[in-house]
């Protein structure tokens, strides 16, 4: 989700349709990594913003001692003692202005919960009406499902290849970086209020994650779906240009140098794509989601051959499955970048959607959709491939990668990690 600072929300939210008053608040202290002041100074508050309809929040002063209860405290005023955990699981929700600005999401103006809370207190959150629960929930119940997908795939398919076998090993792969992914996502929602440094630690993981599924659907393409194309057989496309262009080419050495560079440079996009969403949570960046869904489309590039293949040749006919499956899987990456970029539909109506129905909840639905029928098709070409496998996969080229990936992304969030200052952005909202 997008997160902005109080002066782009204000300026945002100014032009919408609903009325709203939003006044600045006082600068406040930067926090430390554990969710506590760097200073013993305490921050003031100003009024949250007041919606038409809407009950006017608590005061600043309200506020404030709630915050020095927490232990953040003021001298000489003594701590009060902690809830007991029924207590503290039903602590009121925030509003926008009485959260840490890095916490703020462009145009959600309630449901935020406080900061620190306990390991407790997140996963009991994901019962209750707050803005990151249905994005939780939106991730947990494809998890589910694919879960099962895959368990039924690799060890209950009733057919005669084991589960370790290495024809399957490009599988193992492809279903890692899908569990992955949507676990990461499911864990950053959940525990993103754990402190400031472990939110910008588990969007750091959720960001490797993605680079991952992406590095590991294109090892499934590899050996399931690309070695099927006429595209990329030189006994096809040599007569084809010949014909069609009138060029005496032997396709035969071009086919071999992609076959030999799709691997290694989808690895270094999906290493180059983690560390620009990284950075994006730096101040240099001005629209952080943007940047994040274009450089997510990059490894889509890898696709590119499906697409030649339906526009060259009759992959409609040869390959229905792959042709409607394939294309259906963009219209919904399309749609799902069309909400996490345009911040529709909190944009047009400010807290109306704050628990249910905004953009990253969509982000979210069209995005396991577009993995449903990746799933589909890259089964489709699991099937066709183990009726006449043409080489068997290997461990370097399948597992080796994935294991290689791995290292390279800890590295880099490491090295985010270990030069980043938390509670110090202020991102407008783009």
């Known amino acids: 989700m997008l997160r902005c600072g109080p002066r782009g929300l204000a300026r945002r939210l100014g032009g919408s349709a609903l009325p709203l008053n939003l006044q600045r608040r006082p600068g406040r202290a930067h926090t430390g990594s554990d969710g506590g002041r ?249 629209y952080p989601f943007a940047l994040r869904t274009f450089v997510f489309v990059m490894p889509l590039s890898m696709a590119c051959p499906i697409m030649l293949e339906s526009w060259l040749f009759d992959l409609r006919g040869e390959n229905p499955t792959l042709f409607l499956h394939f294309y259906r899987r963009y219209f919904w990456l399309v749609v799902a970048a069309f909400f996490n970029v345009s911040k529709i539909p909190e944009r047009i109506q400010p807290g109306l959607f704050d628990i249910i129905g905004h953009s990253h909840q969509l982000f979210h639905v069209f995005t396991f959709l577009s993995i449903y029928d990746q799933v589909h098709y890259v089964e489709d070409g699991l099937r066709q491939f183990l009726k006449a496998p043409p080489a068997a996969p290997t461990f370097g080229g399948t597992v080796g990668y994935m294991l290689l990936l791995v290292l390279c992304l800890g590295l880099v969030i490491r090295k985010f990690l270990s030069g980043a200052e938390f509670g110090t952005k202020k991102s407008a909202c783009s």
């Not at 003594?78 to 703020?104: G, K, M, Q």
Request: charged share 15%.
């Open 38 to 286: 760097r200073g013993p100074q305490q921050r003031a508050r100003g009024p949250a913003p007041e919606v038409a309809g809407a009950r006017p929040s608590a005061a600043a002063g309200s506020m404030a001692r709630r915050l020095q209860a927490r232990g953040a405290g003021a001298r000489g005023a003594p701590a009060a003692p902690p809830a007991p955990p029924a207590a503290a699981a039903a602590r009121p929700l925030l509003r926008w202005d009485e959260v840490p600005d890095d916490f703020v999401e462009c145009f959600i103006l309630s449901g935020y919960r406080r900061l620190p809370c306990t390991a407790q207190e997140c996963l009991a959150s994901v019962l209750q009406p707050t803005n990151e629960t249905l994005n939780f929930w939106t991730h947990f119940l494809p998890l589910l499902l694919f879960l099962s997908r895959f368990g039924r795939l690799l060890f209950l398919s009733g057919r005669d290849v084991p589960f370790h076998h290495p024809w399957l090993l490009p599988l193992w792969c492809y279903a890692s970086g899908v569990l992955l992914t949507l676990a990461m996502s499911c864990t950053a929602h959940v525990f993103s209020c754990l402190s400031l440094r472990l939110r910008a630690a588990f969007f750091y993981l959720d960001y490797a994650s993605i680079s991952y599924y992406g590095f590991g659907s294109t090892v499934a393409y590899y050996y399931y779906l690309l070695p099927g194309l006429s595209l990329l057989d030189a006994r096809v496309m040599t007569p084809y240009v010949q014909q069609r262009l009138g060029w005496h080419v032997d396709c035969t050495r071009l086919i071999a140098a992609y076959r030999a560079l799709v691997l290694p440079v989808a690895f270094v996009l999906a290493v180059a794509c983690t560390v620009a969403c990284c950075k994006s949570r730096t101040d240099w960046c001005a």
